[in-house]
């Protein structure tokens, strides 16, 4: 299968900082790529919809000023959390659908963990 | 926003039983996928259910959509601790955007 890669795993940061989260697809390309957010023993829940070449679409409610994303590449997409505060700590995920499968895969998650 | 409802949401069981875990939705999806999650890792995709009525068996596990593809049931045949895990339906509404459901967190008990 197709795959789907996420750096950093962890990162602990400080309340004010900045933190980015990269997603790359490994050996494939993706135009889309998907950012989630994920609570302890909840689901995921979208955040955005990243685009190759052209701006990402929010899900109502997500603070695109906040959780700015960049898809720089057909192999990359970034999601940098701004100005950090202790309610941003969560498990963030990405993934990127094959198109001619329709299959999604995923990274293996960032967790972040602001003081 | 959570298109899809799954029940049960939390599943404790004995080693050997069977159980049925439910995606419903009011909305239509073109595809609807079923994952499992173990803690700290990304989901881990188990299949993919296009076509109304559909069924699919991946050893001990039998996944069902829907006739009007709005919902979906997962059944685990003699579950195994190795089964443990959060169980996660997706659909793709169109446009290659996926909204997973609530989610079951299973455990089996040795």
């Known amino acids: 299968g197709a795959v789907v890669s996420q750096h950093p795993s962890w990162v602990i940061c400080k309340s004010g900082t900045s933190v980015k989260i990269e997603c790359r697809s490994l050996d494939f390309q993706a135009t889309t790529m998907f950012w989630y957010r994920q609570f302890p023993k909840q689901s995921l829940m979208l955040m955005a919809t990243?685009?190759?070449?052209?701006?990402?679409?929010?899900e109502q409610g997500v603070e695109k000023d906040k959780f700015l994303i960049n898809h720089a590449s057909l192999t990359l997409s970034t999601l940098t959390v701004t100005s950090a505060h202790p309610e941003d700590s969560s498990f963030y995920i990405c993934?990127?659908?094959?198109?001619?499968?329709?299959?999604?895969?995923f990274g293996e998650g960032s967790r972040l963990t602001v003081l | 926003t959570q298109l899809l409802e799954q029940s049960p949401q939390f599943l404790s069981i004995q080693e050997g039983e069977n159980l049925t875990v439910y995606c419903n939705s009011s909305?239509?999806?073109?595809?609807l996928q079923w994952y499992r999650q173990e803690p700290g890792e990304g989901p881990v995709l188990l299949v993919t259910?296009?076509?109304?009525?559909e069924v699919k068996k991946l050893k001990r596990l039998t996944f069902q959509f829907g006739d009007a593809r709005k919902d979906s049931s997962l059944h685990i045949t003699a579950a195994q601790p190795g089964d443990t895990g959060l169980y996660l339906c997706a659909g793709d509404p169109g446009g290659n955007q996926f909204y997973f459901g609530t989610g079951t967190s299973l455990t089996v008990i040795p």
């Open positions: 993934s990127a659908p094959v198109l001619v499968t329709g299959e999604l895969f």
């Open positions: 909305s239509v999806f073109s595809s």
């Open positions: 259910v296009v076509t109304g009525g």
């Open positions: 990243s685009n190759e070449g052209s701006k990402a679409t929010y």
